[in-house]
């Protein structure tokens, strides 16, 4: 099976480089799709997702864009699906839609004005909709959004003023592919009912064997195909000083997304082509179709070479598993 990869843009922290320059350069580096991801505020400079991603399709002619993820309960839902709508437009037809329920940064949610319970299923109700409000048809409004007064529209009778009201965004676009983030197990069903993929996010290959099988078993339930696996993979691309890396990202890992440090570590890569192209090979051995790295750290043009490197010596089959090194040419 061969492995698409990508790269996360980085739209965050104190020193947060062009956009289209990092989109410009991720896609000369040969990179199957470059990504953005979702807040309003959690602590950092940070930029809005649906914009970024915006000046990202227009500078770029051939690599996938992707959200990765948007959390789509936090937006008010025929808004959102016009931004998706409108990305897909512009892009050519080359979005990807990653969604996740989020609540990492329950601030974020108090200074939007939406409360953070009940996410889960408002991001069920908003997926449901979404393909209808995507492709142009009438879409009903009754238990999707709230009326003035927080009720939800279209909770009065048949032929009163408060009769279930309808929407229809144009132009129309084909739905994207949509990958739906996340790792409880409301999330994989999820992934099932609704998902193209399951983007699962700093998790360790050993973890991921079995979740194709799992996947192609829950969405038999809903009569749907099985879903694909796709990795999104914190990593420091650096070329001296991996193992130091190694640690400073294992530590983020556990302090930023509370894993525990055991897990932590073993989702933590860092080093130079052979060691980032060995656990991209692991990842592909998993059932993994597409990963995309997030670089650890500032320097992100030399991070995206190391990256670039990776993936060439794993599509040229020069990767030795288990060794953290590479064959000569002729593959011995």
């Avoid at 930029?47 to 936090?74: H, N």
């Amino acid at each position: 099976m061969g492995l698409h990869t990508g790269v996360s843009l980085p739209i965050s922290g104190d020193d947060i480089p062009d956009v289209t320059a990092t989109a410009r350069y991720a896609e000369s580096a040969g990179f199957d799709s470059v990504w953005v991801g979702d807040h309003l505020a959690d602590g950092r400079p940070l930029l809005e997702s649906t914009l970024a991603l915006a000046a990202a399709a227009a500078v770029t002619t051939r690599v996938r864009v992707g959200l990765g993820v948007l959390q789509l309960a936090l937006r008010q839902p025929v808004w959102a699906a016009k931004q998706i709508a409108t990305l897909q437009c512009l892009s050519g037809g080359r979005l990807v839609l990653g969604v996740g329920t989020g609540g990492s940064v329950p601030a974020e949610w108090r200074a939007a004005g939406v409360a953070l319970d009940g996410r889960g299923r408002r991001t069920d109700r908003v997926l449901a909709a979404l393909p209808g409000l995507l492709t142009g048809q009438r879409t009903p409004l009754a238990g999707l959004v709230p009326r003035p007064g927080g009720t939800p529209a279209g909770s009065g009778s048949p032929g009163t003023a408060d009769a279930p009201e309808e929407v229809t965004l144009a132009p129309a676009v084909p739905r994207p592919p949509l990958w739906i983030g996340g790792g409880a197990g409301r999330a994989l069903r999820r992934v099932a009912e609704y998902g193209d993929a399951w983007l699962t996010a700093a998790t360790p290959p050993g973890e991921l064997a079995d979740a194709g099988g799992r996947l192609g078993e829950l969405a038999a339930q809903y009569g749907r195909p099985a879903p694909q696996v796709a990795a999104l993979v914190i990593a420091a691309g650096v070329r001296e000083h991996g193992e130091r890396a190694a640690g400073q990202l294992a530590g983020f890992l556990s302090a930023r997304l509370g894993m525990d440090p055991g897990r932590a570590a073993r989702a933590a890569v860092a080093g130079g082509p052979a060691a980032i192209a060995e656990r991209l090979d692991a990842y592909r051995a998993a059932g993994v179709h597409h990963v995309v790295l997030a670089p650890f750290g500032t320097d992100w043009r030399r991070q995206f070479d190391v990256f670039a490197e990776a993936r060439q010596l794993l599509a040229d089959g020069r990767v030795e598993a288990g060794t953290g090194t590479v064959s000569d040419a002729t593959g011995r």
